[in-house]
T-cell receptor, first 114, second 117 residues
Framework: DSGVTQTPKHLITATGQRVTLRCSPRSGDLSVYWYQQSLDQGLQFLIQYYNGEERAKGNILERFSAQQFPDLHSELNLSSLELGDSALYFC?????????????FGDGTRLSIL | AQKVTQAQTEISVVEKEDVTLDCVYETRDTTYYLFWYKQPPSGELVFLIRRNSFDEQNEISGRYSWNFQKSTSSFNFTITASQVVDSAVYFCALRSAGGTSYGKLTFGQGTILTVHP
Protein backbone atom coordinates (compact mmCIF):
# COMPACT_ATOMS: atom_id res chain seq x y z
CA ASP A 1 0.00 0.00 0.00
CA SER A 2 1.60 3.25 -1.19
CA GLY A 3 -0.50 5.44 1.08
CA VAL A 4 -1.94 7.37 -1.88
CA THR A 5 -5.72 7.02 -2.08
CA GLN A 6 -7.68 7.48 -5.28
CA THR A 7 -11.43 7.44 -5.63
CA PRO A 8 -13.41 6.10 -7.30
CA LYS A 9 -11.65 2.96 -8.50
CA HIS A 10 -13.88 2.63 -11.52
CA LEU A 11 -16.00 5.14 -13.38
CA ILE A 12 -18.28 4.47 -16.32
CA THR A 13 -19.91 7.36 -18.09
CA ALA A 14 -20.96 8.60 -21.50
CA THR A 15 -19.48 10.92 -24.07
CA GLY A 16 -20.02 14.59 -23.37
CA GLN A 17 -20.21 14.11 -19.62
CA ARG A 18 -18.02 15.53 -16.87
CA VAL A 19 -16.31 13.60 -14.08
CA THR A 20 -14.13 14.36 -11.07
CA LEU A 21 -11.35 12.10 -9.89
CA ARG A 22 -10.08 12.51 -6.37
CA CYS A 23 -6.68 11.88 -4.83
CA SER A 24 -5.41 11.98 -1.25
CA PRO A 25 -1.62 12.02 -1.08
CA ARG A 26 0.51 10.18 1.45
CA SER A 27 0.62 11.84 4.84
CA GLY A 28 3.27 14.56 4.75
CA ASP A 29 3.57 14.72 0.97
CA LEU A 30 3.14 18.18 -0.52
CA SER A 31 3.39 17.35 -4.22
CA VAL A 32 0.65 15.68 -6.23
CA TYR A 33 1.00 14.50 -9.81
CA TRP A 34 -1.56 13.22 -12.30
CA TYR A 35 -0.81 10.73 -15.06
CA GLN A 36 -2.91 9.10 -17.76
CA GLN A 37 -2.22 5.53 -18.88
CA SER A 38 -3.72 4.36 -22.15
CA LEU A 39 -2.83 1.55 -24.52
CA ASP A 40 -1.79 3.82 -27.36
CA GLN A 41 -0.07 6.62 -25.43
CA GLY A 42 1.38 4.72 -22.49
CA LEU A 43 1.95 6.62 -19.24
CA GLN A 44 1.71 10.37 -19.81
CA PHE A 45 2.32 13.12 -17.28
CA LEU A 46 -0.58 15.54 -17.03
CA ILE A 47 0.10 18.02 -14.27
CA GLN A 48 1.82 18.59 -10.92
CA TYR A 49 0.78 20.63 -7.89
CA TYR A 50 2.99 21.55 -4.99
CA ASN A 51 1.43 22.83 -1.79
CA GLY A 52 -1.59 24.15 -3.63
CA GLU A 53 0.20 25.76 -6.55
CA GLU A 54 0.52 24.43 -10.08
CA ARG A 55 4.17 23.44 -10.54
CA ALA A 56 4.47 21.76 -13.92
CA LYS A 57 2.23 20.97 -16.84
CA GLY A 58 2.44 18.15 -19.31
CA ASN A 59 0.17 16.84 -22.02
CA ILE A 60 -3.04 17.93 -20.37
CA LEU A 61 -5.97 18.74 -22.62
CA GLU A 62 -7.84 22.03 -22.23
CA ARG A 63 -10.96 20.01 -21.36
CA PHE A 64 -9.11 18.75 -18.28
CA SER A 65 -8.34 20.77 -15.19
CA ALA A 66 -6.98 20.05 -11.75
CA GLN A 67 -6.49 21.68 -8.42
CA GLN A 68 -4.96 20.99 -5.04
CA PHE A 69 -6.86 22.06 -1.97
CA PRO A 70 -5.55 23.45 1.35
CA ASP A 71 -5.75 19.98 2.90
CA LEU A 72 -3.51 18.84 0.02
CA HIS A 73 -5.96 16.51 -1.61
CA SER A 74 -6.31 16.98 -5.34
CA GLU A 75 -9.04 16.66 -7.91
CA LEU A 76 -8.79 16.10 -11.65
CA ASN A 77 -11.80 17.30 -13.60
CA LEU A 78 -12.46 15.88 -17.05
CA SER A 79 -15.18 17.48 -19.14
CA SER A 80 -16.79 17.00 -22.56
CA LEU A 81 -15.59 13.45 -22.39
CA GLU A 82 -14.67 11.60 -25.56
CA LEU A 83 -14.19 7.91 -26.23
CA GLY A 84 -10.45 8.48 -26.37
CA ASP A 85 -10.40 9.65 -22.76
CA SER A 86 -10.97 6.10 -21.60
CA ALA A 87 -7.86 5.29 -19.63
CA LEU A 88 -6.39 4.56 -16.23
CA TYR A 89 -5.71 7.78 -14.36
CA PHE A 90 -3.03 7.70 -11.71
CA CYS A 91 -2.29 10.11 -8.96
CA UNK A 92 1.15 10.14 -7.36
CA UNK A 93 2.66 12.09 -4.50
CA UNK A 94 6.08 12.96 -3.16
CA UNK A 95 7.34 14.69 -0.06
CA UNK A 96 8.64 17.81 -1.74
CA UNK A 97 9.13 19.32 -5.12
CA UNK A 98 12.58 17.95 -5.81
CA UNK A 99 13.13 16.10 -9.04
CA UNK A 100 15.13 13.48 -7.15
CA UNK A 101 12.20 12.31 -5.11
CA UNK A 102 10.42 9.09 -5.97
CA UNK A 103 6.76 9.47 -6.75
CA UNK A 104 4.45 7.04 -4.99
CA PHE A 105 1.41 6.07 -6.99
CA GLY A 106 -2.16 5.30 -6.04
CA ASP A 107 -4.07 2.36 -7.44
CA GLY A 108 -5.59 4.46 -10.19
CA THR A 109 -9.09 5.28 -11.39
CA ARG A 110 -10.21 3.35 -14.43
CA LEU A 111 -12.40 5.59 -16.58
CA SER A 112 -14.55 3.99 -19.26
CA ILE A 113 -16.44 6.15 -21.72
CA LEU A 114 -19.37 4.48 -23.46
CA ALA B 1 13.28 16.57 -25.17
CA GLN B 2 13.39 13.54 -22.97
CA LYS B 3 12.83 10.02 -24.11
CA VAL B 4 12.94 6.57 -22.55
CA THR B 5 13.05 3.47 -24.71
CA GLN B 6 12.36 -0.04 -23.55
CA ALA B 7 13.01 -2.05 -26.66
CA GLN B 8 11.60 -5.31 -25.28
CA THR B 9 7.82 -5.23 -25.47
CA GLU B 10 7.36 -8.68 -23.99
CA ILE B 11 9.63 -11.24 -22.38
CA SER B 12 8.66 -14.76 -21.43
CA VAL B 13 10.83 -16.92 -19.20
CA VAL B 14 10.55 -20.05 -17.14
CA GLU B 15 10.82 -19.83 -13.38
CA LYS B 16 14.40 -19.65 -12.03
CA GLU B 17 15.76 -18.16 -15.21
CA ASP B 18 17.59 -14.84 -15.01
CA VAL B 19 16.11 -12.03 -17.07
CA THR B 20 17.36 -8.56 -17.99
CA LEU B 21 15.09 -5.69 -18.93
CA ASP B 22 16.72 -3.04 -21.06
CA CYS B 23 16.25 0.71 -20.73
CA VAL B 24 17.87 3.43 -22.83
CA TYR B 25 17.22 7.10 -22.17
CA GLU B 26 17.80 10.45 -23.84
CA THR B 27 18.12 13.80 -22.15
CA ARG B 28 20.07 17.00 -22.67
CA ASP B 29 20.27 17.62 -18.95
CA THR B 30 23.38 16.66 -17.02
CA THR B 31 21.46 16.22 -13.78
CA TYR B 32 18.68 13.68 -13.76
CA TYR B 33 17.24 10.70 -11.96
CA LEU B 34 16.27 7.32 -13.30
CA PHE B 35 13.58 5.11 -11.81
CA TRP B 36 12.11 1.66 -12.23
CA TYR B 37 8.49 0.90 -11.45
CA LYS B 38 6.58 -2.38 -11.44
CA GLN B 39 2.93 -2.70 -12.43
CA PRO B 40 1.55 -6.10 -11.37
CA PRO B 41 -1.69 -7.47 -12.84
CA SER B 42 -3.64 -5.73 -10.08
CA GLY B 43 -2.73 -2.44 -11.77
CA GLU B 44 -0.95 -0.31 -9.19
CA LEU B 45 2.47 1.19 -9.88
CA VAL B 46 5.12 0.21 -7.37
CA PHE B 47 8.36 2.16 -7.00
CA LEU B 48 11.44 -0.10 -7.12
CA ILE B 49 14.57 2.03 -7.35
CA ARG B 50 15.97 5.49 -7.96
CA ARG B 51 19.43 6.34 -9.33
CA ASN B 52 20.96 9.77 -9.93
CA SER B 53 23.06 10.71 -12.94
CA PHE B 54 26.24 11.08 -10.87
CA ASP B 55 26.16 7.67 -9.28
CA GLU B 56 27.12 4.84 -11.62
CA GLN B 57 27.51 2.28 -8.88
CA ASN B 58 25.50 -0.83 -9.57
CA GLU B 59 22.91 -1.76 -7.00
CA ILE B 60 21.65 -5.11 -5.78
CA SER B 61 18.56 -5.69 -3.70
CA GLY B 62 17.84 -9.34 -3.14
CA ARG B 63 17.13 -10.91 -6.51
CA TYR B 64 17.03 -7.51 -8.22
CA SER B 65 20.03 -5.68 -9.59
CA TRP B 66 20.47 -2.55 -11.67
CA ASN B 67 23.27 -1.63 -14.06
CA PHE B 68 23.61 2.07 -14.84
CA GLN B 69 25.99 3.00 -17.65
CA LYS B 70 26.10 6.68 -18.48
CA SER B 71 28.37 6.10 -21.47
CA THR B 72 25.62 4.15 -23.21
CA SER B 73 22.69 5.99 -21.54
CA SER B 74 21.37 2.73 -20.23
CA PHE B 75 19.82 1.65 -16.94
CA ASN B 76 19.15 -2.06 -17.17
CA PHE B 77 17.31 -4.18 -14.63
CA THR B 78 18.10 -7.84 -13.94
CA ILE B 79 15.98 -10.29 -12.01
CA THR B 80 17.91 -13.33 -10.85
CA ALA B 81 16.16 -16.66 -10.40
CA SER B 82 12.83 -15.26 -11.55
CA GLN B 83 9.61 -16.28 -9.85
CA VAL B 84 6.00 -16.34 -11.00
CA VAL B 85 5.27 -13.37 -8.71
CA ASP B 86 7.68 -11.30 -10.80
CA SER B 87 5.18 -11.37 -13.67
CA ALA B 88 4.26 -7.75 -14.27
CA VAL B 89 4.84 -4.79 -16.54
CA TYR B 90 8.07 -3.00 -15.71
CA PHE B 91 8.58 0.67 -16.49
CA CYS B 92 11.78 2.64 -16.67
CA ALA B 93 11.37 6.38 -16.11
CA LEU B 94 13.44 9.55 -16.24
CA ARG B 95 13.09 12.84 -14.42
CA SER B 96 15.47 15.72 -14.97
CA ALA B 97 16.07 19.09 -13.38
CA GLY B 98 15.84 21.13 -16.53
CA GLY B 99 13.25 23.49 -17.91
CA THR B 100 9.76 22.36 -18.72
CA SER B 101 10.62 18.75 -17.98
CA TYR B 102 11.07 19.51 -14.29
CA GLY B 103 7.92 18.03 -12.87
CA LYS B 104 7.35 15.08 -15.10
CA LEU B 105 8.39 11.51 -15.02
CA THR B 106 8.96 10.38 -18.59
CA PHE B 107 8.13 6.71 -18.84
CA GLY B 108 9.18 4.08 -21.32
CA GLN B 109 6.50 1.99 -22.97
CA GLY B 110 7.01 -0.82 -20.49
CA THR B 111 8.15 -4.42 -20.76
CA ILE B 112 5.65 -7.16 -20.05
CA LEU B 113 7.41 -9.92 -18.16
CA THR B 114 5.74 -13.31 -17.90
CA VAL B 115 7.33 -15.94 -15.72
CA HIS B 116 5.99 -19.43 -16.30
CA PRO B 117 6.09 -22.11 -13.60
Amino acid sequence: DSGVTQTPKHLITATGQRVTLRCSPRSGDLSVYWYQQSLDQGLQFLIQYYNGEERAKGNILERFSAQQFPDLHSELNLSSLELGDSALYFCASSVGDGFNQPQHFGDGTRLSIL
Amino acid sequence: AQKVTQAQTEISVVEKEDVTLDCVYETRDTTYYLFWYKQPPSGELVFLIRRNSFDEQNEISGRYSWNFQKSTSSFNFTITASQVVDSAVYFCALRSAGGTSYGKLTFGQGTILTVHP
